[in-house]
């Protein structure tokens, strides 16, 4: 049974910095691509990162470029999403999910997914 199960989540001030973490199990992490999404009240999931299988290539959302960073650790079954600068518009649920081919931007190509953990920028 795959399971990925996001932590990090919480309120922070503008300005300020969270880091998320995704553990996966249940399937070869090694092997696949991960993402994060979000999604904030009223609007459509949104790609935040995403990350290839072996860490060779990453992609951002235009918005978060230069503020957030995915990482992962295939020995540990993880991936991170560093959160630095945050702005109120940042604020939503964040998931990460898993992909077995690539990692891109369609929610839809995702097999699995976490249950989410908010992310909440006051200022």
């Known amino acids: 049974q795959v399971q990925l199960v996001e932590s990090g989540g919480g309120l922070v001030q503008v300005g300020g910095s969270l880091r998320l973490s995704c553990a996966a199990s249940?399937?070869?992490?090694?092997?696949?691509?991960m993402g994060w999404f979000r999604q904030a009240p009223g609007k459509e999931r949104e790609f935040v990162a995403g990350i290839k299988w072996n860490g060779g290539r990453t992609d951002y959302l235009d918005s978060v470029k230069g503020r957030f960073t995915i990482s992962r650790d295939n020995a540990k079954n993880t991936v991170d999403l560093q959160m630095n600068s945050l702005k109120s518009e940042d604020t939503a649920v964040y998931y990460c999910?898993?992909?077995?081919?690539?990692?891109?931007?369609?929610?839809?190509?995702?097999?699995?997914w976490g249950q989410g953990t908010q992310v909440t920028v006051s200022s």
């Open positions: 999910a898993a992909v077995l081919l690539g990692a891109g931007r369609v929610a839809s190509e995702y097999e699995y």
């Open positions: 249940g399937l070869t992490f090694s092997r696949i691509g």
